[in-house]
């Protein structure tokens, strides 16, 4: 995605009307390039394609429900001016209680797949992450803990590098179908939302 290098406008102080945090983590079946094969204005993904990258068919996706305060996402700017680069690495740290024998499979695939990841903050603001390159589990660990009062769980890190640093979904509507992908208009016009 060619982007300028003219800076196009500024940015007043906004309301204090956010609160941090993650809601749920979404991770698409099957990856795809997004900045070729989804619509994309002005950072924001308004179509999406389904999984073989048509315009029509299902879009799987899995949900991972998140705790709350306990999950972050975040994005780093890295630069050299020496060497004229920029790109953006993006982290994601996930936290799951409970240690489930079903666990062990999903652990296995998510480290070994590249993953289009849309996350969904408790503003109901949905991002997607690895849209170009995807992003790849970094690290992590389970553990039982030692105390009662301990962690029993897992968590999982991952991490990618991208040339843009990080694209919207159109606003969802809460409670509508699909949410909280139901903002995308492919989603209404031939794709179908595989929620899993």
Known sequence: ????????????????????????VYFASV???????????AGVLDEL???????SGNLTIFRYDLRPE???????????????TVFYEQTLSLMFHKLASSDADKIVSLAKSRLNTFVLDNNDQLYCLGAENGLDVSGGNLTTGTSFGDMNGFQLDFSG???????????????AADFPFNGADA???GVTLALS
């Open 49 to 55: 394609k389904g999984d073989t990258g048509a315009a």
């Open 187 to 189: 989603l209404a016009t």
């Open 70 to 84: 306990l999950s972050s996402m975040t994005i780093n700017v890295q630069a050299d001016t020496n060497n004229g």
């Open 31 to 41: 990856f795809q390039d997004l900045s070729v094969s989804a619509s994309v204005t």
């Open 1 to 24: 995605m060619p982007i300028s290098c003219t800076l196009a406008a500024g940015r007043s102080i906004d309301c204090t009307d956010v609160v941090g945090g993650l809601k749920a």
């Open 161 to 175: 590098r991208e040339l843009f640093p990080i694209y919207f979904l159109p606003s969802p509507t809460v409670g």
